[in-house]
């Protein structure tokens, strides 16, 4: 069975980084797409960024486009957020999702999540 977990969430301050972490398992993951999305309570669950299998292709929401940096170590299954200059706004519970194909930004593409991890950024 297809696993994925995030890690690296936590609590810090306007302006700092934080470096998230999903490590999938039970499965081969060779062509998936690997994306990182994200939900703020009372909001609607958002697109973060996306990479493909080959790591030569990302997608990234507007939102943070040039603050966030999305990569993979397909040896290792594992998928990465750098995110840099984070705002409150950021703030949000961070969920990765796999899919088999290429449209990024469909959340229904995704058939497999995470329980997420929790990113809080303070004033």
């Known amino acids: 069975q297809v696993q994925l977990v995030e890690s690296g969430g936590g609590l810090v301050q306007t302006g700092g980084s934080l470096r998230l972490s999903c490590a999938a398992s039970?499965?081969?993951?060779?062509?998936?797409?690997m994306a990182w999305f994200r939900q703020a309570p009372g909001r609607e669950r958002e697109f973060v960024a996306a990479?493909?299998?080959?790591?030569?292709?990302?997608s990234y929401g507007e939102s943070v486009e040039g603050r966030f940096t999305i990569s993979r170590d397909n040896a290792k299954n594992t998928l990465y957020l750098q995110m840099n200059t984070l705002t409150p706004e950021d703030t949000a519970v961070y969920y990765c999702?796999?899919?088999?194909?290429?449209?990024?930004?469909?959340?229904?593409?995704?058939?497999?999540w995470g329980q997420g991890t929790q990113v809080t950024v303070s004033s």
């Open positions: 999702a796999l899919a088999r194909g290429w449209l990024p930004t469909r959340q229904g593409l995704y058939d497999t």
């Open positions: 039970g499965g081969t993951f060779s062509g998936y797409t």
């Open positions: 990479i493909r299998w080959s790591g030569s292709t990302t």
